[in-house]
């Protein structure tokens, strides 16, 4: 059965400083990786996401994930934080064949001015 | 406009309660799913439908029912609501297609039982 840790609930960064928001997953069959945002009373927007190809992917609002077979993980990175960018962010896996989706948890961003 | 479109955004009943919460989209896809969020578990999956005649259970269908009037249109009702269904409920669509395949959702419906 396909899971999504995201191992936390809360990241905090300061403005301007990188951030990496972690998610590690397990399928039986080849991942497709994907990244939402929810902002406050909001449905959840698509990021980004990982189908095949180069293990670096790049998304809306400067995000950036990083796919990793060996460590079964794919973390949310960006290179300068906003205060905007505070939001509560999902990790989910779709596996290869497979008809849905499985969400993580999600990790609440704070970017602290 | 948005693209999906959820009726209500907000709902306050009482248990035993009949709800029906509806969705529409103008996206043109075939696809269609109904998730709860709660806090700390993620979004999910109650039912989706791939097609106007197929309904299919998802994680947590028990106590919910759907029906797909159309392509467009895909409803999730609750026949005698209970207070632990209070939650954020979420309409997505999406493609066939593994290369593609992400979804797109409603900005959501809020549901209290008390």
């Known amino acids: 059965a396909q899971s999504v840790a995201q191992p936390e609930d809360q990241v905090n960064v300061a403005e301007g400083n990188p951030l990496t928001v972690k998610c590690t997953y397990s399928v039986s069959g080849n991942p497709y990786l994907f990244w939402y945002v929810q902002y406050p009373n909001r449905g959840l927007q698509f990021l980004l996401k990982y189908i095949t190809g180069d293990n670096l992917v790049k998304g809306s609002y400067g995000f950036e994930a990083e796919f990793n077979k060996s460590q079964t993980s794919f973390h949310l990175k960006k290179p300068s934080a906003l205060v905007s960018d505070s939001a509560l962010y999902f990790c989910a896996v779709r596996e290869n064949y497979g008809q849905n989706f499985v969400f993580g948890p999600g990790t609440r961003l704070s970017v602290l001015p | 406009d948005a693209d999906v479109t959820q009726t209500p955004r907000n709902r306050i009943t009482k248990t035993g309660k009949r709800i029906m919460l509806e969705c529409s989209q103008t996206k043109g896809h075939d696809r269609m799913y109904w998730y709860r969020q709660d806090p700390g578990l993620g979004l999910r999956l109650i039912y989706y439908s791939f097609d106007v005649k197929d309904i299919n259970k998802g994680e947590i269908s028990d106590g919910y029912s759907v029906s797909r009037q159309a392509q467009a249109k895909f409803s999730l009702s609750l026949e005698s609501a209970i207070p632990n269904q209070t939650a954020l409920y979420f309409c997505?669509?999406?493609?066939?297609?593994?290369?593609?395949?992400?979804?797109?959702f409603g900005e959501g419906s809020r549901l209290t039982v008390l």
């Open positions: 997505a669509t999406s493609v066939p297609g593994l290369d593609t395949g992400e979804l797109f």
